[in-house]
């Protein structure tokens, strides 16, 4: 009792002197509140250390606990190949079960649609093509998850004496009725359907090797390895050539899936991403796992094919596998729309967009008591490590926008440069001729549009092999890339067609250059292998405004004055006939014996004339 009176009168005394003391103090009646409650404080503190590891733990495993698993169903759309490796990958490494899913994969048949079990209900999720934006539009509710492959594996498949669209026409075609790209491709290039001799589809490249077919369409990750195998001459049209790039497989849903299963629809689509990622990382092991679980279609070699042709179309070190870009989309509308096959580019609620979760009770308990004793316990010294930590993540976001920035222009590069020459694409010269027209017209001067196109380019194929014909390629383009001046643009236009835009010439100085050109190409030596070979070019020109007045007009008059030097002999310059004067003809510059590749515009002209 003595003791414990003594303890408590020690207390009282010094609380009498710590409350005189505070009272003294600015601040002194907070502080005192403050120390009172810190007891509290403590108490709940803990309280929160043992339940915050639990919450995050439940969290994190959302089919722990003996909860069963939910059944869904991924419709593909064709039958068990390379082409789906991601979803076996997710199945196989345990993905979709430790997202809580027990998923199906169904095949898909011949001409079947793997919209339609989605919408029906039989599937909850399926793998598409570019037509999904069709669908929408139709009214059907379809959600774009992510995207798989970033430009479409959609080609022509042609014997190898079809050595462009064009050629198609009259020929038998073997396509599907549901290859909107290939049709666009078409449209593209000024090639109308009608003008093709259609037969069903068998879906292989057998007719096309029996000579029972001229072309199939095909996908560059199937077909394209029975061809190569063949060992026979064939040549490839593919619609990018033609600015037409359209996504490839794309994972969907619905509406209704993503608004009744919000967290499912998320975990079905992380879950089947991790699956994409390692089945790239591992393709021959996946390989396997198809042979021995799913389909022995195709043999090894062939899945191994495909998988480095989709390594190809997916990018994966450029672009995160599953992203979807909306402009793209647009663009993809865009075509649809041009080809009176849609006729709004809406694209609202198409791309799938996951909504934040909302925070728990818990949470925002939490965060309040967390406030609290920061701003009681240690504001100046969190907020100093907050600083740091901002400082950090400043530098990293930095240095993670700079790496974008610099994908970005690898991106953009690869968009209007062609792969094989360096020089820039059909795309990019579509979108520059209208602005150069424009300002030719704006400051006055006159604005030259120059094709040539090599000769007889298909006995080169013939003879040294698409190899040999991609070496010519190469450095025909080198030579017109060197010989350009700055404000000069010159482009692969398609094949062995190269289109050169030069502002600002007079028609001397035109003359000379385009003589230049052909000089310079005729003087061209090509070895390949142990072999070598010459080549000459056929060239047409069309100057604005002399002969035409706008682009359509002018490209026109391009094509025109090429036609009348290729039926004239090949290996000439042919300037199209001025607007002005109907009854003059074209000029035509013959193709005399070069002595130098630099020749002056007078000793072309006169060498042209003695001819």
Same mark, same amino acid.
């Given at each position: 009792?003595?003791?414990?009176?003594?303890?408590?009168?020690?207390?009282?005394?010094?609380?009498?002197?710590?409350?005189?003391?505070?009272?003294?103090?600015?601040?002194?009646?907070?502080?005192?509140?403050? +120390?009172?409650?810190?007891?509290?404080?403590?108490?709940?503190?803990?309280?929160?250390?043992?339940?915050?590891?639990?919450?995050?733990?439940?969290?994190?495993?959302?089919?722990?606990?003996?909860?069963?698993?939910?059944?869904?169903?991924?419709?593909?759309?064709?039958?068990?190949?390379?082409?789906?490796?991601?979803?076996?990958?997710?199945?196989?490494?345990?993905?979709? %079960?430790?997202?809580?899913?027990?998923?199906?994969?169904?095949?898909?048949?011949?001409?079947?649609?793997?919209?339609?079990?989605?919408?029906?209900?039989?599937?909850?999720?399926?793998?598409?093509?570019?037509?999904? *934006?069709?669908?929408?539009?139709?009214?059907?509710? !379809?959600?774009?998850?992510?995207?798989?492959?970033?430009?479409?594996?959609?080609?022509?498949?042609?014997?190898?004496?079809?050595?462009? *669209?064009?050629?198609?026409?009259?020929?038998?075609?073997?396509?599907?009725?549901?290859?909107?790209?290939?049709?666009?491709?078409?449209?593209?290039?000024?090639?109308?359907?009608?003008?093709?001799?259609?037969?069903?589809?068998?879906?292989?490249?057998?007719?096309?090797? $029996?000579?029972?077919?001229?072309?199939?369409?095909?996908?560059?990750?199937?077909?394209?390895?029975?061809?190569?195998?063949?060992?026979?001459?064939?040549?490839?049209?593919?619609?990018?050539?033609?600015?037409?790039?359209?996504?490839?497989?794309?994972?969907?849903?619905?509406?209704?899936?993503?608004? =009744?299963?919000?967290?499912?629809?998320?975990?079905?689509?992380?879950?089947?991403?991790?699956?994409?990622?390692?089945?790239?990382?591992?393709?021959?092991? *996946?390989?396997?796992?198809?042979?021995?679980?799913?389909?022995? #279609?195709?043999?090894?070699?062939?899945?191994?094919?495909?998988?480095?042709? @989709? =390594? #190809?179309?997916?990018?994966?070190?450029?672009?995160?596998?599953?992203?979807?870009?909306?402009? +793209?989309?647009?663009?993809?509308?865009?075509?649809?729309?041009?080809?009176? @096959?849609?006729?709004?580019?809406?694209?609202?609620?198409?791309?799938?967009?996951?909504?934040?979760?909302?925070?728990?009770?818990?949470?925002?308990? !939490?965060?309040?008591?967390?406030?609290?004793?920061?701003?009681?316990?240690?504001?100046?010294?969190?907020?100093?490590?907050?600083?740091?930590?901002?400082?950090?993540?400043?530098?990293?976001?930095?240095?993670?926008?700079?790496?974008?920035?610099?994908?970005?222009?690898?991106?953009?590069?690869?968009?209007?440069?062609?792969?094989?020459?360096? @020089?820039? &694409?059909?795309?990019?010269?579509?979108?520059?001729?209208?602005?150069?027209?424009?300002? $030719?017209?704006?400051?006055?001067?006159?604005?030259?549009?120059?094709?040539?196109?090599?000769?007889?380019?298909?006995?080169?194929?013939?003879?040294?092999?698409?190899?040999?014909?991609?070496?010519?390629?190469?450095?025909?383009? %080198?030579? !017109?890339?060197? &010989?350009?001046?700055?404000?000069?643009?010159?482009?692969?236009?398609?094949?062995?067609?190269?289109?050169?835009?030069?502002?600002?010439?007079?028609?001397?100085?035109?003359?000379? %250059?385009?003589?230049?050109? #052909?000089?310079?190409?005729?003087?061209?030596?090509?070895?390949?292998?142990?072999?070598?070979?010459?080549?000459?070019?056929?060239?047409?020109?069309?100057?604005?405004?002399?002969?035409?007045?706008?682009?359509?007009?002018?490209?026109?008059?391009?094509? #025109?004055?090429?036609?009348?030097?290729?039926?004239?002999?090949?290996?000439?310059?042919?300037?199209?006939?001025?607007?002005?004067?109907?009854?003059?003809?074209?000029?035509?510059? &013959?193709?005399?014996?070069?002595?130098?590749?630099?020749?002056?515009?007078?000793?072309?002209?006169?060498?042209?004339?003695? *001819?």
């Amino acid at each position: 009792m003595i003791r414990a009176s003594r303890r408590q009168s020690g207390s009282s005394l010094a609380d009498a002197h710590w409350g005189s003391s505070l009272a003294s103090s600015p601040g002194a009646a907070q502080v005192e509140r403050a +120390r009172l409650l810190w007891p509290a404080w403590a108490a709940l503190l803990a309280l929160a250390c043992a339940i915050w590891p639990a919450a995050v733990h439940a969290q994190a495993q959302p089919a722990a606990g003996g909860q069963p698993l939910q059944a869904v169903t991924l419709q593909l759309k064709w039958k068990h190949q390379f082409q789906f490796a991601g979803y076996y990958a997710a199945l196989q490494q345990g993905y979709y %079960r430790q997202a809580g899913l027990d998923v199906t994969l169904a095949e898909a048949g011949p001409e079947q649609d793997s919209a339609t079990p989605v919408l029906e209900g039989r599937a909850q999720y399926g793998v598409g093509d570019s037509s999904l *934006v069709l669908l929408r539009q139709l009214g059907r509710p !379809l959600v774009v998850l992510a995207v798989v492959l970033q430009h479409s594996p959609n080609i022509y498949i042609a014997r190898g004496e079809v050595d462009h *669209v064009h050629a198609l026409v009259g020929k038998r075609v073997m396509q599907e009725a549901s290859a909107d790209e290939l049709f666009a491709y078409l449209h593209k290039e000024g090639v109308h359907p009608e003008q093709l001799r259609f037969v069903p589809h068998d879906f292989s490249a057998a007719d096309l090797l $029996a000579g029972k077919v001229d072309a199939i369409s095909a996908y560059s990750t199937d077909e394209l390895f029975d061809v190569r195998a063949a060992g026979k001459p064939f040549t490839v049209l593919t619609p990018r050539s033609a600015g037409i790039d359209f996504y490839g497989d794309n994972l969907f849903t619905t509406e209704e899936e993503i608004r =009744q299963h919000p967290a499912r629809a998320k975990a079905f689509r992380e879950a089947s991403l991790k699956g994409w990622q390692y089945a790239m990382a591992h393709p021959e092991e *996946v390989a396997d796992l198809i042979l021995e679980r799913y389909s022995r #279609r195709h043999g090894r070699e062939h899945l191994l094919f495909e998988a480095r042709e @989709m =390594q #190809r179309l997916m990018q994966p070190e450029l672009v995160e596998i599953g992203q979807v870009n909306p402009g +793209r989309w647009l663009h993809i509308a865009e075509v649809y729309q041009e080809l009176g @096959m849609l006729k709004s580019t809406e694209l609202k609620g198409f791309i799938y967009s996951p909504a934040a979760p909302r925070p728990s009770r818990l949470y925002v308990a !939490l965060a309040v008591f967390a406030a609290a004793t920061l701003v009681l316990g240690g504001v100046v010294a969190y907020l100093r490590r907050l600083n740091h930590r901002l400082r950090l993540a400043h530098s990293a976001l930095q240095a993670r926008v700079h790496e974008i920035e610099a994908l970005q222009a690898r991106l953009h590069e690869q968009a209007v440069r062609d792969p094989l020459t360096g @020089m820039f &694409n059909r795309r990019y010269m579509d979108e520059t001729l209208e602005h150069e027209l424009a300002r $030719a017209r704006r400051y006055h001067y006159p604005l030259a549009l120059v094709m040539l196109d090599v000769d007889h380019f298909k006995r080169v194929n013939d003879t040294f092999g698409h190899a040999g014909g991609d070496e010519l390629l190469r450095r025909l383009g %080198r030579l !017109l890339r060197e &010989n350009c001046r700055g404000g000069d643009i010159a482009c692969r236009y398609g094949g062995e067609e190269f289109m050169l835009l030069l502002p600002g010439l007079d028609e001397p100085a035109l003359h000379e %250059r385009a003589e230049f050109w #052909r000089c310079s190409v005729e003087a061209l030596s090509i070895t390949y292998g142990s072999a070598t070979f010459h080549v000459t070019a056929s060239i047409g020109v069309a100057v604005f405004p002399s002969h035409a007045q706008d682009v359509p007009s002018l490209q026109r008059c391009a094509d #025109r004055a090429l036609y009348t030097a290729k039926t004239g002999g090949r290996n000439r310059v042919v300037f199209a006939q001025p607007a002005t004067a109907q009854d003059a003809g074209a000029l035509s510059l &013959n193709a005399a014996p070069c002595r130098a590749a630099a020749a002056s515009s007078a000793e072309s002209a006169a060498a042209a004339s003695t *001819v």
